[in-house]
């Protein structure tokens, strides 16, 4: 009896522990890792990826929407959308004074690590408890903020401290020019200067046919097509701007903005791959060959293993000699405390610890001296704006994420965003929007980027509506297939797609396919991740040398307006 009940008894445990099994696995949150990057993008590479990208296209949805026009705004807005600066730029030092001054400075005296020399020597100031002859107590605070970022905030008179060091003279100028009241209280708190970093064999090369490696050489050399070499924006990077007016006044010394200088800017920008959004994307670019030089300062050179052991050094323009400007109009005891910080951070022993944190140019280089005025500044970055493609039209793509996560304040300002940044759109590029959710929708065909297509743009925006999962790399393969069919009537044209989204892809198309098709095609994707850092956008960006923006919801708007105004 007992015998013939086991198989019974045997049976009926195991369904038991098999439906155990199965409720478990079912009641288990499944994390979906399908879409996770693995390693390096840029290293990703699949079997046949066009054949891969035409059977992919054929499992998805695309939904094409209605064309409507919407409301073209050429309002600007440029200081409303500066992000909140306590958020964005958050003080380095912080003074407890009863005087306190406030120093706007770049990152290469007041970032981390190398980088934190005005830091040091504020601390250093604050611990001291100095007084002013009234008995009052002064205190240094700093805030590092970008030279071209300074002079938006104070220009525009949204942000204004009492003290502005950026690297060079020429935002200096810029500032004033655009209607702040700056006064020269310091020449240079320290030394530094621009510089174009070089490899090696690019350098050798310059020597044997051109018989030395200077700024003039090196511009010769990709005016000549011969080298490719990148610079930073020079709306908002001094050493960018540095280039630019450098290079122009290089082209004609009597009229920087002649015909004859602007034909060489011209040949100039075609050997000019792209222009560098930020410093860190052109050294990536650099150290994977796609550029042999960029722009960099010494400090930043000196500093870098990399730099210093495959580039040269190669100084030119004005000397970042960081000078210090107060900034409207200052009390007597603001000025008595501005005064006493300069006198500190001039001593032998702040400039003996600046030499530590690298700023100790070699002083024998003969800096451009040429005066330069504010208005000339301004008139170069227009025509950089204007003539920085060399006359080949822009194809870029904008895809949007509409899942129920970006659903209220994330849509909301990604629509501003999209909406105030396309303001930087040449009107000769071409333009496209795609949205995604668990599908794909066209909401406006690729088309040149005038007043009718402008109006296209805006109505299309404004009717994106949020809900559903994420279909991140459907959406982009279809971009991809819609920037190929554009490019067939402009083979010139460059190509780029932007990837605006707010979490990780839970549908369609798994990272390594879409990447492998990427890093196939070539087309650089630039991705703007809203509230949170997304690893995936980041690996996809660096792929083909485009960046990635970490953009919450106080400084998306402008972030994007620099980098369209940068790109297109």
């Known amino acids: 009896m007992k015998s013939s009940k086991a198989p019974l008894l045997i049976a009926v445990v195991g369904v038991i522990a098999t439906m155990a099994i199965m409720i478990a696995l079912i009641s288990k949150p499944v994390k979906d890792n399908r879409n996770e990057p693995r390693g390096s993008a840029s290293n990703i590479t699949i079997d046949n990826p066009e054949q891969v990208l035409t059977k992919s296209l054929k499992d998805i949805k695309v939904k094409t929407a209605t064309k409507r026009q919407g409301t073209v705004d050429y309002s600007d807005k440029a200081a409303a959308n500066l992000p909140n600066i306590e958020t964005k730029y958050p003080l380095t030092v912080e003074g407890t004074g009863d005087v306190d001054i406030e120093i706007f400075s770049t990152s290469e005296k007041a970032g981390k690590n190398n980088n934190g020399w005005l830091n040091e020597i504020a601390q250093q100031f604050n611990s001291q408890n100095n007084k002013l002859s009234n008995g009052k107590t002064v205190s240094i605070s700093v805030r590092s ?326 279909a991140t790399y459907d959406a982009l393969l279809v971009g991809i297939d819609m920037i190929n069919k554009a490019k067939q009537d402009m083979p010139e044209a460059k190509t780029m797609i932007f990837v605006l989204s707010d979490g990780m892809c839970n549908r369609g198309v798994d990272f390594k396919t879409s990447a492998g098709i990427v890093n196939h095609y070539g087309i650089p994707i630039y991705t703007i991740g809203y509230n949170e850092q997304i690893d995936s956008l980041k690996e996809l960006s660096s792929i083909n040398e485009a960046v990635y923006i970490d953009a919450d919801n106080d400084d998306v708007v402008y972030e994007l307006s620099a980098l369209f105004n940068a790109q297109m």
């Open 145 to 470: 903020i970008p030279s071209g970022a300074s002079s938006d905030y104070i220009s525009n008179n949204v942000y204004v401290p009492q003290a502005y060091t950026p690297s060079n003279t020429l935002f200096g100028e810029l500032a004033v020019a655009q209607g702040a009241k700056l006064d020269l209280a310091a020449e240079s708190l320290v030394s530094n200067t621009a510089g174009i970093a070089i490899s090696r064999t690019a350098s050798s090369e310059i020597q044997s046919k051109y018989g030395s490696v200077t700024f003039e050489t090196v511009v010769d050399s990709v005016v000549d097509g011969e080298l490719r070499m990148g610079y930073t924006y020079p709306y908002t990077s001094a050493t960018g701007l540095n280039f630019l007016v450098n290079a122009l006044q290089y082209f004609d010394g009597n009229d920087m903005l002649s015909q004859g200088a602007v034909s060489k800017f011209q040949q100039l920008q075609k050997g000019i791959p792209f222009v560098c959004y930020t410093t860190d994307q052109m050294v990536n670019a650099m150290q994977n060959g796609t550029l042999q030089a960029g722009v960099v300062e010494y400090q930043a050179y000196t500093n870098s293993p990399v730099l210093k052991g495959s580039y040269d050094f190669i100084p030119f323009g004005y000397k970042h000699s960081n000078p210090l400007y107060s900034v409207g109009d200052l009390s007597a005891d603001q000025r008595e405390a501005l005064q006493k910080f300069v006198d500190y951070a001039l001593n032998d022993q702040s400039q003996s610890l600046a030499k530590k944190y690298g700023f100790d140019p070699d002083e024998s280089y003969s800096y451009n001296t040429k005066q330069i005025s504010g208005s000339d500044i301004m008139n170069a970055q227009r025509l950089w704006k204007q003539e920085k493609d060399s006359g080949t039209p822009t194809i870029a793509l904008f895809i949007a994420d509409v899942s129920g996560s970006m659903n209220g304040d994330p849509l909301l300002r990604l629509k501003e965003s999209l909406l105030e940044a396309s303001k930087n759109i040449k009107a000769e590029n071409h333009i496209g929007l795609l949205s995604y959710s668990d599908d794909v929708t066209l909401e406006l065909p690729i088309g040149e980027f005038g007043l009718e297509q402008r109006s296209y743009f805006a109505g299309a925006v404004e009717n994106l509506r949020a809900g559903g999962n994420t």
